[in-house]
């Protein structure tokens, strides 16, 4: 038997089994950057049709048509002659609760006013498609 010295003795364990490695990921790489490409013209579209610069039908775009049918009741066609003011996206944050489902948020100004959005994206038939839709603008 050998002498310790001070040293713990023990028998070396087998080396514990690993799961995958982790990696950093960073923004834009692989699914992530198409989701995060989806939701932010998700976004803007909405923000655009809510400020009245571009027709809700547009939405079908990105969204699933029971969105686009709402957004098309509360915001019919354009400004009709009067002045537009630009909307603005402040800030977006994305989340993924599920491989299949992202959830965005964005801060945004329309009219001059600032809103919060929420859109919910699932991964359905190949596509990335926005299937509920919130926010704060009337």
């Known amino acids: 038997m050998p002498v310790t010295r001070g040293a713990l003795a023990l028998r070396p364990a087998a080396a514990p089994a690993r799961g ?22 998700a976004v803007r579209l909405v923000v655009e049709v809510l400020a009245g610069t571009r027709p809700a039908h547009q939405l079908s775009l990105v969204a699933v048509p029971a969105v686009c049918r709402v957004m098309a009741a509360r915001h019919g066609p354009g400004a009709h002659g009067r002045r537009v003011v630009p909307p603005k996206v402040l800030s977006t944050r994305l989340q993924r609760p599920s491989a299949a489902v992202a959830e965005t948020v964005a801060v945004v100004v329309v009219a001059g006013r600032v809103h919060a959005l929420a859109l919910r994206l699932e991964h359905m038939r190949g596509r990335w498609r926005c299937t509920a839709l919130e926010t704060t603008a009337p």
């Open 20 to 41: 995958p490695a982790l990696r950093l990921v960073r923004p834009g790489d692989g699914v992530d950057a198409e989701v995060r490409a989806v939701a932010g013209a």
